[in-house]
């Protein structure tokens, strides 16, 4: 992995610019701006606004389903990842996810024209397996204090994606 010089990365980073972080394109691309990061403390809050344009938007219910919420909550991790990788002049390793864990949800929908909040923390950190656990919390609306939807969620870097599984499908 190549080392390059540390450059600094804004608090507020808009969707536009949050794009060049992640390997999420078009419709799959499900962030609309960070917030709030830390790298020393792995931590991030991002939003999402929702709008009948989502992948997941259901027009019956003119919203997106909360269980969608794993996919954004992973979206800010991999935002963390693309954020820290930056910062620390790091070549950016692919990720995967591991698991979703302990997935709880209050609310059936996220409403179209509402916006969403995804605080997430690491709280577990395995640097020779490059592996990585983070409590995540999902609110319904920016200035909620009780979360729509929490998940723990594992993800994994490898520099050979592919080497993974090699042989597996033969």
């Given at each position: 992995m190549a080392d390059?010089e540390?450059?600094n990365?804004?608090?507020?980073?808009?969707?536009d610019?949050?794009?060049?972080?992640l390997?999420?394109?078009g419709k799959?691309?499900l962030l609309?701006?960070?917030?709030q990061?830390?790298?020393?403390?792995h931590?991030?809050?991002?939003?999402?606004?929702i709008t009948?344009?989502c992948?997941?938007?259901e027009?019956?219910f003119d919203?997106?389903?909360?269980?969608?919420?794993?996919e954004l909550?992973a979206?800010?991790?991999?935002?963390?990842t693309g954020i820290?990788n930056k910062?620390k002049?790091?070549t950016?390793?692919p990720?995967?996810i591991?698991s979703?864990?302990?997935?709880?949800?209050s609310?059936?929908f996220?409403k179209?024209?509402?916006?969403?909040?995804?605080k997430?923390a690491?709280?577990?950190?395995d640097?020779?397996?490059?592996?990585?656990?983070?409590?995540c919390?999902?609110?319904a609306?920016v200035?909620d204090?009780?979360?729509a939807a929490?998940?723990?969620?594992?993800?994994m870097?490898t520099?050979?994606?592919?080497?993974?599984?090699?042989?597996?499908?033969?």
């Amino acid at each position: 992995m190549a080392d390059v010089e540390p450059k600094n990365v804004a608090q507020f980073i808009d969707h536009d610019e949050l794009i060049n972080y992640l390997p999420h394109k078009g419709k799959m691309f499900l962030l609309s701006r960070v917030t709030q990061h830390d790298v020393e403390k792995h931590t991030i809050t991002s939003e999402y606004d929702i709008t009948k344009d989502c992948i997941f938007y259901e027009e019956e219910f003119d919203g997106v389903p909360t269980w969608a919420g794993f996919e954004l909550m992973a979206q800010g991790i991999s935002a963390l990842t693309g954020i820290t990788n930056k910062i620390k002049g790091r070549t950016p390793l692919p990720g995967m996810i591991l698991s979703v864990v302990d997935f709880k949800a209050s609310v059936g929908f996220l409403k179209n024209g509402s916006t969403c909040q995804m605080k997430i923390a690491e709280d577990y950190r395995d640097e020779e397996t490059h592996t990585y656990r983070y409590l995540c919390s999902l609110f319904a609306a920016v200035g909620d204090t009780e979360p729509a939807a929490t998940a723990k969620i594992t993800v994994m870097e490898t520099e050979d994606m592919l080497a993974m599984f090699k042989g597996k499908a033969e």
